[in-house]
């Protein structure tokens, strides 16, 4: 902040600034915006894809739309593997196959070179992976350039080739600001080394030498900001925070000797982790009403948190405490969205009873109601469990006389039985989504269509319900899969559920929550943050630090042969798992100003 406020930005000194994630840079400009008292005129805060995508539109738009749905690529990669041969995917290999290729893809390798592999320092084995994944690398670059789409790492390509080619392209700015990152890809230092050369730039690095905290990040140091030719620049060690210059400086260094300020850091043990929860929430209440520390200069983090947030929700709330979870729900969690994936599999499940009767007891459910009571009945005396030859069986036959529900009555009077309107309710109901899940349909608009359609036909939420924007966004969710058809090839009726099901489960829903409180988040959302308190949680091994797992797909071996032999920036895994888990304790560690509690679990 202090350096924008030196470039003085104005209608006339434009500066950019740009932050690893949208989130962040959001969050700059809100301190931004904070400090100055006013609006920010001439500045525009990026990310780099934000940045990328600017520089090719002013040079004339993309060669090709970009490609931005995980999903889609992921579902080409699987498409590729059984053009290859491979028929039996499990759920997820092309995802991991996606994730290897795009980590040669960001690390600018040449499909073409695989003929060099003959003359690598490498066993058969390696070599024979590393032609695997080239080639599966280069049918994937193929497929989307048939399909006339590009991936963001093509963006970033482009970019970077314009402003080589045209520097007045960033002319507008006066200055460029990068901020919150410890990484970049190979084709991010690209483009990061022509923005560089074409306009005065400053790059703020979490980087302290010959800290163990901070081995992680010495080789981008050496090879590509020492090797860069600027000005480099080490600023005050007052970056310990809470922690204080001396224990800062023994972090990870075991016999060093360093000592934060009494009372500066607290250690806290818990049995399980949600008691981590309440005991983080009990925490945040002694910082707020103790030593007057306002809610919104307090944060809690974990290094994810998905195994915290249900619970850490409940505790803040139940102390009184205002939160804003900056990590979004699974879009799953919200029983609107689990509706729609209930009804979408029915046919794939065989119309388990159980699952068709909850569709019609939700609130929800958009149809008739009046029944429901008969068709709890049916299903329970006529022991209708799942498959549809026991709904032809048990249901069909009954929807023109009543269903008995109890043996004939000695005096007479007429037995329980549910009424034949009710049966064919229940029968017309269901047999109509059958046939409207079994709608003849070809590619993949056909079938997104016609989930649409059955979707909105049956389900519903009111203005004002909690989960309609859950409702809204699983719908739609059905809807997006209709733009596959120009890469991928028409998909069978399973492979059109799965996919819907993959894509709902990788979707999020940011809940309602107050803008201004405590704020909930994980370790790589807080890069470049910085709190007046900070409560950490899930600080045992496996949580924080993760364990380091190596890529089965892409090896450290082979990491080590592209890297070392061909040239290309790549991180091993395994080698270099932990020193990135300490790189991000040491991050969120030093993000602490004045106090910094430490939650651990004594029990797993």
Same mark, same amino acid.
């Given at each position: ?129 590393? +032609?695997? &994944? !080239?080639?599966?690398? %280069? ?6 350039? /048939?399909?006339?789409?590009? *991936?963001? =790492? #093509? ?93 800062? +400086?023994? &972090? !990870?260094?075991?016999? %060093? ?6 009372? /500066?850091?607290?250690?806290? *043990?818990? =049995? #399980? ?85 909850e569709l019609a007891e939700s609130p929800y459910f958009k149809g008739e109601r009046r029944h429901l009571t008969h068709w709890r009945a049916l299903a329970r005396r006529g022991g209708l469990h799942s498959g549809w030859l026991q709904w032809e069986g048990k249901v069909a036959p009954w929807v023109d006389k009543p269903y008995p529900l109890e043996r004939a009555r000695e005096d007479g009077t007429a037995a329980a039985a549910v009424p034949p309107e009710a049966s064919k309710a229940l029968w017309d109901w269901v047999s109509g989504l059958r046939r409207a899940l079994r709608a003849p349909a070809k590619t993949w608009k056909e079938r997104a269509e016609n989930l649409e359609r059955l979707l909105l036909a049956n389900l519903t939420a009111k203005a004002g319900d909690p989960g309609l924007e859950a409702l809204t966004k699983a719908i739609a969710a059905a809807a997006s899969l209709g733009t596959f058809d120009a890469a991928l090839q028409a998909p069978s009726a399973p492979a059109f559920t799965e ?106």
């Amino acid at each position: 902040l202090g350096r924008l406020a030196e470039l003085a930005p104005g209608p006339s000194c434009r500066v950019a600034v740009v932050a690893p994630s949208r989130r962040l840079a959001d969050r700059l400009q809100r301190l931004a915006a904070g400090t100055a008292g006013r609006a920010l005129l001439g500045v525009r805060f990026h990310t780099f894809f934000s940045l990328a995508s600017e520089v090719v539109e002013a040079s004339g738009g993309p060669e090709r739309p970009v490609a931005g749905d995980p999903l889609l690529h992921d579902l080409l990669v699987d498409q590729i593997l059984r053009g290859r041969g491979q028929e039996r995917l499990t759920r997820g290999l092309g995802a991991a196959f996606r994730a290897s290729i795009r980590d040669l893809v960001d690390a600018g390798i040449n499909t073409a070179r695989a003929a060099d592999f003959g003359d690598l320092e490498a066993s058969e084995a390696v070599k024979k992976r590393l +032609a695997l &994944l !080239f080639g599966l690398t %280069a049918d994937y670059q193929a497929g989307l350039e /048939a399909a006339g789409l590009m *991936s963001s =790492s #093509g963006l970033t390509t482009q970019a970077r080739r314009a402003v080589e080619k045209a520097p007045d392209l960033l002319a507008g700015y006066e200055g460029v600001l990068y901020y919150g990152f410890y990484d970049l890809t190979a084709l991010q230092v690209g483009f990061f080394q022509a923005v560089t050369s074409a306009r005065p730039a400053t790059l703020f690095y979490p980087f302290v030498k010959d800290h163990p905290g901070f081995k992680f990040v010495e080789p981008f140091v050496d090879e590509f900001l020492h090797a860069g030719g600027g000005t480099l620049e080490h600023l005050g060690p007052d970056a310990g925070g809470a922690l204080g210059s001396s224990a800062f +400086a023994a &972090l !990870f260094t075991p016999g %060093a000797k360093g000592a934060p300020e009494p009372g /500066a850091v607290r250690f806290l *043990s818990a =049995s #399980g982790r949600r008691d981590e929860a309440w005991t983080a929430a009990q925490e945040v209440r002694r910082l707020h009403d103790e030593l007057g520390i306002p809610f919104d200069a307090i944060g809690v983090a974990a290094r994810v948190m998905e195994p915290y947030r249900t619970a850490l929700g409940e505790a803040l709330e139940a102390h009184g405490v205002p939160f804003s979870c900056e990590d979004p729900d699974p879009l799953l969690s919200w029983p609107a969205a689990r509706l729609c994936l209930q009804l979408a599999t029915l046919d794939l499940r065989d119309y388990p009873a159980a699952a068709v009767l909850e569709l019609a007891e939700s609130p929800y459910f958009k149809g008739e109601r009046r029944h429901l009571t008969h068709w709890r009945a049916l299903a329970r005396r006529g022991g209708l469990h799942s498959g549809w030859l026991q709904w032809e069986g048990k249901v069909a036959p009954w929807v023109d006389k009543p269903y008995p529900l109890e043996r004939a009555r000695e005096d007479g009077t007429a037995a329980a039985a549910v009424p034949p309107e009710a049966s064919k309710a229940l029968w017309d109901w269901v047999s109509g989504l059958r046939r409207a899940l079994r709608a003849p349909a070809k590619t993949w608009k056909e079938r997104a269509e016609n989930l649409e359609r059955l979707l909105l036909a049956n389900l519903t939420a009111k203005a004002g319900d909690p989960g309609l924007e859950a409702l809204t966004k699983a719908i739609a969710a059905a809807a997006s899969l209709g733009t596959f058809d120009a890469a991928l090839q028409a998909p069978s009726a399973p492979a059109f559920t799965e996919a819907y099901e993959e894509r709902l489960r990788r979707a999020t829903l940011q809940a309602p929550r107050p803008s201004r409180g405590v704020r909930v988040l994980d370790a790589m959302a807080a890069r470049g943050d910085s709190f007046e308190a900070l409560v950490i949680v899930g600080l045992e091994e496996g949580l924080f630090p993760r364990a380091a797992r190596e890529d089965p797909l892409l090896p450290d071996e082979v990491r080590r042969v592209l890297r070392h032999q061909l040239g290309h920036w790549l991180h091993g895994k395994l080698d270099e798992g932990y020193d990135e888990e300490r790189l991000l304790f040491t991050l969120l560690a030093a993000s602490a100003r004045e106090r910094l509690s430490l939650v651990w679990s004594r029990s797993d």
